[in-house]
């Protein structure tokens, strides 16, 4: 059986977005500060099939889980 590690790259491939390094810190910069009660699928700069994309991943605990777990701690 093969095991494929996705990286933060991946995910942001998956959701469209520009997936290199600094992409990547300055969309964590730009929407930093996500409040503790709204849940990551829900932030308003999601589109709605990158929403639906991560609530999915979520509620599946796929693959991508861990990452977009990774990404909302780092969002808060």
Same mark, same amino acid.
């Given at each position: ?41 829900? *932030? ?6 990158? *929403? ?9 605990? *796929?693959?991508? *889980? ?11």
């Amino acid at each position: 059986m093969e095991s494929y590690h996705t990286t933060m790259s991946d995910l942001f491939q998956q959701l469209g977005l520009a997936s290199d390094e600094k992409s990547i810190e300055t969309f964590i910069q730009l929407h930093s500060g996500l409040e503790q009660k709204i849940h990551i699928e829900q *932030a308003p700069f999601w589109s709605r099939q990158q *929403a639906e994309f991560i609530e999915s991943a979520l509620v599946e605990d *796929a693959e991508w *889980a861990e990452l977009i777990d990774q990404l909302n701690a780092l969002l808060r």
